[in-house]
């Protein structure tokens, strides 16, 4: 079996995670906020890697799972602990 000569580029890769992903991941966030509802809101943060939170009044999850369906609408696995 012939050696691989692949190095990690630590920097290129946390560039990925925080700066190329971020559009993507703040677009689906938009996106599911959207198919949520007008009381819905979209918290876009950098952490090590691009992050984004859809958040919707607790009554509204508990009641109708407004966040769990638009998020399974938006094509994300939705399960249960």
């Known amino acids: 079996m012939a050696k691989s000569s692949f190095r990690l580029n630590r920097k290129g890769g946390a560039e990925v995670l925080k700066e190329l992903a971020a559009p993507a991941i703040n677009a689906l966030a938009n996106q599911i906020a959207a198919q ?11 952490t090590d890697r691009a992050a984004a939170a859809v958040k919707v009044p607790a009554h509204q999850q508990a009641k109708d799972g407004v966040l769990t369906r638009a998020a399974a609408a938006a094509g994300l696995e939705v399960r249960a602990k």
């Open 36 to 46: 949520a509802g007008e009381d819905a809101e979209v918290d876009e943060y950098t």
